[in-house]
T-cell receptor, first 117, second 113 residues
Framework: DTGVSQDPRHKITKRGQNVTFRCDPISEHNRLYWYRQTLGQGPEFLTY????????KSRLLSDRFSAERPKGSFSTLEIQRTEQGDSAMYLC???????????????FGPGTRLTVL | KNQVEQSPQSLIILEGKNCTLQ??????????LRWYKQDTGRGPVSLTI?????NTKSNGRYTATLDADTKQSSLHITASQLSDSASYICVVSARDSSYKLIFGSGTRLLVRP
């Protein structure tokens, strides 16, 4: 399978615990994005990387959230001291940077559904 | 503020019928508009993408239209199938930040036999 993969698919944790999600993008894609999606809403942008550089972070990304892409391939999203409001689907997407906007299509992974009890 | 609004919020149709979903946006400067299909518990999958100069794009039974003057788009589904049951999300990107997609909240479509 050459699509975007995410692990785990589901995570249930207790409030206050730390969780870490992993995203493996399409191998030739140098851009990687994280989104959060709550029930009945569209995804909201959290952050994005070009290669290993984190180029933008949304105001939604509080200081309890940190994302890394150390070697410019896979990425991790960590949430520290989870709160019930963190319960959501966390989506990862990847794309290849190019000169045309239509080529910058983002391909999404299946998401990690987080439930904070 | 860049926003994307969709209607209706939800829709139920009988198998074989056609339907049209609407999207209005205020994103500026406009770069492109995409329609995604999202099955429950899955990530979104792109159906169509249109730039400023395109006013219609088809992908099988899905046909998207774009009116850049009125900032409106529609997604028409022909001869619906049970597998079309999903959320359909309109997504717009701005020219000055094309990597940052602005999502609508989606239309949840249910196709009944």
């Amino acid at each position: 399978d050459t699509g975007v993969s995410q692990d785990p698919r589901h995570k249930i944790t207790k409030r206050g615990q730390n969780v870490t999600f992993r995203c493996d993008p399409i191998s030739e894609h140098n851009r990687l994005y994280w989104y959060r999606q709550t029930l009945g809403q569209g995804p909201e942008f959290l952050t994005y990387f070009q290669n290993e550089a984190q180029l933008e972070k949304s105001r939604l990304l509080s200081d309890r959230f940190s994302a890394e892409r150390p070697k410019g391939s896979f990425s991790t999203l960590e949430i520290q001291r989870t709160e019930q409001g963190d319960s959501a689907m966390y989506l990862c997407a990847s794309s290849s940077a190019s000169g045309t906007n239509t080529d910058n299509e983002q391909f999404f992974g299946p998401g990690t559904r987080l439930t904070v009890l | 503020k860049n926003q994307v609004e969709q209607s209706p919020q939800s829709l139920i149709i009988l198998e074989g019928k056609n339907c049209t979903l609407q999207c209005n946006y205020t994103v500026s400067p406009f770069s492109n508009l995409r329609w995604y299909k999202q099955d429950t518990g899955r990530g979104p999958v792109s159906l169509t993408i249109m730039t400023f100069s395109e006013n219609t794009k088809s992908n099988g039974r899905y046909t998207a239209t774009l009116d850049a003057d009125t900032k409106q788009s529609s997604l028409h589904i022909t001869a619906s199938q049970l597998s079309d049951s999903a959320s359909y999300i309109c997504v717009v990107s701005a020219r000055d930040s094309s990597y940052k997609l602005i999502f609508g909240s989606g239309t949840r479509l249910l196709v009944r036999p």
